[in-house]
């Protein structure tokens, strides 16, 4: 028997389709949790559960959760709709986790979802493994274009942030560094590329094809 904990938003489609394995796979707890900022983090249980599943919408700090939960057992996957861009799955899925459901999946196929992750195996649906290829022919051909030591690895990733319009807190967390070391590698960058400012720095990227955004 598992504890299988989902974080929502409002989505009535998701809360149909939890009741409905609830009966199709009873030997298993499934508990539903609705966002509410902060006050999500004061509900225990979801810490103690063996998968946590989190919803992609506006109003769920998906990586904020991840971040917490990251150091636990907890298996973790996230579920994405079919409005979210595909820049935004491309940056969920540096995240990692266990599991990436899409919008609307076959309730055979979430089953078999969920019963792999909970035997220790990766589940990452189709639409994702598209974006996956694309992504890496994308990056090679990046690669190819980017002066070789101009700057470091994490700087590149870095920059690839500020590029997608994040503040250093948001580059942060989801790098899981501290906010002093992004502010590091920010001024470093600025230095290395010759600009005196991050748009300056993000343009300059863009023009060379050195980022995408």
């Known amino acids: 028997m598992a504890h299988i904990s989902i974080v929502k938003s409002k989505?009535?489609?998701?809360?149909?389709?939890?009741?409905v394995l609830k009966e199709s796979m009873s030997e298993h707890i499934f508990e539903l949790y609705h966002y509410h900022g902060?006050?999500?983090?004061?509900?225990?249980?979801?810490?103690?559960?063996d998968l946590l599943i989190i919803e992609i919408a506006p109003e769920v700090d998906v990586y904020r959760i991840v971040?917490?939960?990251?150091?636990s057992k907890v298996k973790i996957a996230v579920w994405a709709n079919s409005k979210i861009s595909r820049n935004s799955l491309i940056n969920y899925m540096k995240l990692n986790v266990d599991g990436y459901f899409y919008y609307q999946m076959e309730l055979e196929e979430l089953s078999t979802?969920?019963?792999?992750?909970?035997?220790?195996d990766k589940y990452i649906h189709p639409y994702f493994s598209s974006i996956i290829l694309e992504e890496y022919l994308n990056a090679i051909n990046r690669n190819?274009?980017?002066?070789?030591?101009?700057?470091?690895?994490?700087?590149?990733?870095?920059l690839e942030?500020?590029?997608s319009?994040?503040?250093?807190?948001?580059?942060?967390?989801?790098l899981q560094i501290s906010n002093k070391t992004v502010n590091n590698h920010v001024s470093s960058i600025l230095n290395k590329l010759?600009?005196?400012?991050?748009?300056?720095?993000?343009?300059?990227a863009i023009k060379n094809n050195w980022i995408d955004v």
């Open 38 to 49: 902060r006050n999500i983090f004061a509900k225990k249980p979801f810490y103690n559960s």
């Open 165 to 174: 319009g994040c503040k250093n807190e948001e580059i942060a967390e989801r």
């Open 11 to 19: 989505n009535l489609y998701i809360s149909g389709v939890i009741n």
């Open 194 to 204: 010759r600009v005196k400012d991050r748009t300056s720095a993000v343009v300059k």
């Open 67 to 71: 971040n917490k939960v990251k150091d």
């Open 113 to 120: 979802a969920l019963k792999m992750i909970l035997n220790n």
């Open 161 to 163: 942030k500020m590029g």
């Open 144 to 158: 190819s274009t980017r002066p070789t030591g101009l700057l470091t690895s994490r700087e590149w990733e870095v």
